[in-house]
DNA sequence: CTAGGGTTAGGT
DNA sequence: ACCTAACCCTAG
């Protein structure tokens, strides 16, 4: 009647953010009855976080216009025959092994390189808190790390900010891929759009530092989360240079805690 | 109750 | 006209 379409805003897209990153996702009921976000999420249903987390989930990782994924397409072209979409996915079994001791912490899979601990412990944590059996996204992991670390990423832009960027040449149509590219660069892996938009999004991190929220004014935060951003880029750069050699990125995480 | 799929409505 | 976001229905 009045309002047929009931857009969510910030306050309950933070709360269920923040619910999926306390209590896990899929427990959309534990969190719609928490007695923290009842008041916010109250209007609410558990579907409608679910279907609100999936979107998010989608926009943010998969990039709404990459790729022509809606309805199986009528004829592919003969130039891409695209056998299998890899997406990158971070696996974290619950396996428990002795190769990892708890002093160090970091464990590179590229044995050099040698980024940032922190990085490492960031995301093993969002493994941790996360623990989701099918393994958790990149753009679920920078999620949780956006919160975890007072992050306030680019929200619902993040799509808006690192997709688009009206370049003709890269039309989000299949036009493009469609066409021989006459570069040796050709087009780009889905893999490959996430550690860009983890890139995009640690760039946009940056940049957000300097406005500063209104949460953290204390110049040591600030001063922290530069020297994270810093980690996260680094992530970004061995992202794109595994995947560019299409190798799948396999991060063993030992459960050490159990929820 | 949760996960997935399909449909409708609104915005660009 | 196309894509994005929310809503509804069904299956496990």
New binding site residues.
């Given amino acids: 009647m009045g ?6 805003t910030s306050e309950e897209e933070e709360a269920l953010r923040r619910g999926v990153l306390k209590h896990g ?6 969190i ?1 009855k928490d007695p923290e976000f009842s008041p916010v999420l109250s209007s ?5 976080l ?3 987390w ?3 989930s ?2 943010a990782s998969g ?3 990459r790729d ?1 994924l ?1 309805v199986p397409r009528p004829k592919a072209p003969s130039s891409s025959p695209s056998p299998s979409p890899q997406l990158l996915l971070l696996s974290a079994p619950n396996n428990v092994a002795e190769a990892s001791p708890p002093e160090d912490c970091e464990k590179s899979p590229q044995d050099d390189k040698t980024p940032s601990p922190k990085y490492s412990s960031m995301i093993l944590e969002a493994l941790d808190e996360l623990k989701e059996p099918n393994g958790s996204e990149v753009a679920t992991i920078c999620n949780f790390i956006e919160i975890d670390k007072s992050y306030k990423l680019t929200d ?1 832009y993040a ?1 808006r900010a690192l ?1 688009p960027m009206k370049d003709p040449s890269l039309k ?2 299949d036009s493009a891929k469609s066409s021989k590219a006459a570069k040796g660069v050709g087009q780009l892996s889905p893999a490959l759009d996430a550690a860009e938009a983890a890139a995009m999004k640690v760039a946009d991190a940056e940049a957000k530092s300097h406005l500063a929220n209104e949460h953290m004014m204390e110049v040591e935060r600030i001063g922290k989360m530069a020297e994270e951003t810093e980690s996260l880029l680094e992530l970004a750069s061995e992202l794109y240079e595994r995947c560019s050699r299409g190798e799948a990125l396999t991060i063993l995480q030992v459960a050490h805690r159990e929820f």
């Avoid at 309002?3 to 969510?8: N, V």
């Avoid at 609410?44 to 409608?48: F, K, M, P």
């Fill in positions: 309002a047929p379409k009931q857009k969510w996702a899929g427990k959309w009921r534990t719609q609410r249903s558990n579907i409608d679910k279907d609100k999936r979107n998010l989608f926009s990039l709404g216009s022509k809606r619902s799509k997709a989000k149509k």
